[in-house]
Structures are given as C-alpha cells and as structure tokens.
C-alpha cells in the first residue's frame, strides 16, 4: 500500500470542505492545527470524538487496521479522543484517552488500543506518531510493532526485536531493486511463535518507509491480553512515502 502526498516547494495546499486553499510556506509560521488519521487494533472503534476548540466536536471512526479520514486538532495541543455522555442538563464530552505531540507537528498517525472500561466508561491508550519529515526522514524505515506480543524481526539481514506498542525508525540499505527484505514474527507470553511472514518495502531516493506489524482479527480479547486463540498469526502492513528534497538543504516537505 503506497501513500503518497504532495506539497510545493513555496506552495502548501490542502483541503477543506471539498476546496484546496495555498498557504506560503515561506512564512515558516508554526501550524494551528495539526492532521491525524486515526486506527485501531481488532475491531472499529465508533461513537468517538475529536475537538478542534473546546466548544465543537467532531464524531470520528478509526478503523481496524487501516487509517480512517483525516481530521484535525488544535496544534500544541495533546490528541484527545472523546466520549460523549448524556446529563440531565444535557451532553458533556468527557476523555477517554489521549496522547502528546511535538508542539510543531503538522501531520501524525493516531492508534488506539481499547482497554478495560474504567468508571463505565471506555478508557483507550493512545500513540500518536508524528509523521513530519523532520521526524521521520527519507531513507528510514519506521518499524510498528502494533500488537500485544513481542516481535522479532529479521530486516537488511540484521536480527532485533520490538516489545508490544513500541516502534523504532532503522536505517537501512535497499538492494538493487530498491527493496527493503524483512521477516517478522509474533511470540506469545508462553515462549511460542507464530508463523515467519516476509515482506519488503520499495525504498527509492527520497523516500522513506513504514513497517507495521499487526496480530489477526479477534485473535484475542481486546481488554483482556492473557487469552491466546490457537488461529491467532502476523501480517505486515508496508507503505513507502516520498519526500520532497527542499532546495538549498532545507527540510525535506512530504510529497504525493
């Protein structure tokens, strides 16, 4: 899956509402709100919430296993994900979970991982991973271990493993063909493995890759990590995004 992104050199253009409007990146403002795409691990998570201002409130989706839309948050601001609960005096917004960027981050991915309810209401842990260019560069590879076991990884023939829900940014060697190799696999908390699956990522100058390593559908109770079902095995899930080189050795901006 490849996702790709285009900004100009002296021209950011983006969408609201259907219409694309220019911003100058000349005057190197810091950004008033930042982009998030949203998933989750197992199953949909509905019925939740994004703000923007603290008055309104957006529903969102964030699909399992892949990003949802994007929507956008107040720059500076900790990504908080809402819950919206009816009162007697009417409907109040309350937390369920949230997660803190660079105060300068203009695009990020958001995970949620559902854990058991708290005060019967949903609780979730969020990780929310900046994808500026500064953060994440060309020629990296951003491994995502998006599961609750252990990974172990075999990538540019070098052996490492990746605790659950952590992630790490590897620089790497493409072969010939631009290709990025890699192994994985899942350990399970009594010492077992799942099956190995081989991946590749195509890494071409000035582009940088995302790696990220994920557990079946209802392989296990998502609020309850000690049950393993039998079925339970790996997928990797790769893109490869290019970034624009910025002239005079600048930042590099993401391009589509």
């Not at 989750?40 to 309104?56: A, H, K, P, Y």
């Not at 990797?236 to 391009?255: F, K, M, N």
């Amino acid at each position: 899956m490849h996702v790709h992104r285009l900004v100009s050199l002296v021209l950011w253009v983006f969408t609201v509402s259907g219409l694309s409007l220019p911003v100058h990146a000349q005057t190197a403002r810091p950004p008033a709100r930042t982009e998030i795409c949203l998933m989750s691990w197992e199953v949909d998570q509905t019925g939740l919430f994004i703000t923007e201002n603290d008055r309104d409130y957006t529903l969102i989706t964030a699909p399992a296993y892949e990003f949802g839309g994007p929507v956008f948050v107040r720059a500076g601001a900790p990504v908080r994900i809402y819950e919206q609960v009816q009162k007697s005096d009417g409907i109040e917004y309350v937390a369920v979970g949230e997660a803190e960027l660079p105060p300068d981050c203009r695009t990020a991915q958001v995970y949620l991982i559902r854990k058991p309810d708290l005060d019967g209401r949903r609780d979730y842990r969020v990780i929310a991973l900046s994808n500026d260019a500064k953060a994440f560069g060309a020629g990296k590879v951003r491994l995502f271990n998006f599961s609750p076991w252990l990974a172990g990884i075999l990538i540019n023939g070098v052996e490492q493993t990746l605790p659950p829900l952590e992630w790490r940014i590897v620089d790497v060697v493409p072969d010939r063909k631009h290709r990025v190799i890699m192994q994985a696999a899942l350990q399970f908390g009594d010492g077992s493995w799942t099956s190995a699956v081989r991946d590749l990522v195509t890494l071409r100058e000035n582009y940088r890759g995302s790696v990220t390593f994920l557990h079946t559908r209802r392989s296990f109770d998502e609020t309850d990590l000690s049950p393993v079902l039998p079925e339970a095995r790996m997928l990797i899930q790769t893109t490869s995004e290019y970034l624009y080189p910025q002239s005079g050795g600048g930042e590099s901006t993401i391009g589509k």
